[in-house]
């Protein structure tokens, strides 16, 4: 069946590091992956989207990089913060056009000071 | 301007009760989506709507639950005969569902519904 996995344990870093979040997926052949940004109590936001021919994209302290041979995305976050402490969730979709999202659980992220 | 609002926010209900939630998605938008998370749980599909029709139902758990879009605008999700597995937190999302371009999908803050 297809699955999608994040790492269930919070990941603890410190301030002004790297922070890299997993996502794995199977049985899937995804046109494109997000990666979203839930804070407790709110709905999911968007963060960066990346395309199955694209090795890597950045914004501003983000960088993603999709792997399809791996099925693996990671997520990174340099130099960072405590206001990046959240959770960031990885969703797939098949095609262009309307698909629905499919998420996986999540990677609670805790930047201590 | 203004995004996805959803109410209420929080709804307590007894088991076997019906409910009603209500998204408002972000004007101009075609596309509808409501999702469902549980503790723990990643977001689970329910419904899609493209303007004012559903053609993807697939994700709605049992004939318990229905959804309807009214005026290609505000959507209410109805949920008959609550059960204590129905306890969630329900989000709705939008999107312009721009033809062949990628949808990036604007979430409300969502409805937790507790049944008890």
């Known amino acids: 069946s297809q699955k999608i996995e994040q790492n269930s344990e919070a990941l603890n870093i410190q301030e002004g590091k790297t922070a890299t979040l997993t996502c794995n997926y199977t049985n899937y052949s995804p046109a494109y992956l997000q990666w979203y940004r839930q804070d407790p109590g709110r709905g999911p936001v968007f963060l960066l989207l990346?395309?199955?021919?694209?090795k890597e994209k950045r914004k501003e302290r983000l960088k993603v990089t999709f792997d399809t041979t791996l099925k693996q995305s990671l997520f990174h976050i340099t130099a960072s913060q405590p206001a990046d402490s959240a959770t960031y969730l990885c969703a797939l979709v098949r095609s262009t056009g309307f698909q629905k999202l499919v998420f996986g659980t999540g990677t609670r992220l805790l930047v201590s000071p | 301007g203004a995004g996805v609002s959803q109410s209420p926010s929080n709804k307590v209900t007894e088991k076997g009760k019906d409910v009603e939630l209500r998204c408002d998605p972000i004007s101009g938008h075609t596309a509808l989506y409501w999702y469902r998370q549980s503790l723990g749980q990643g977001l689970e599909f329910l419904i899609y709507f493209q303007g004012n029709s559903a053609p993807d139902k697939s994700g709605l758990p049992s004939d318990r639950f229905s959804a309807e879009r009214t005026g290609g605008s505000v959507s209410t999700l109805t949920i008959q005969r609550t059960q204590q597995e129905d306890s969630a937190v329900y989000l709705c999302a939008s999107s312009l569902q721009e033809r062949g371009g990628l949808d990036t999908q604007y979430f409300g803050p969502g409805t937790r519904l507790t049944v008890l």
């Open positions: 990346i395309r199955e021919n694209e």
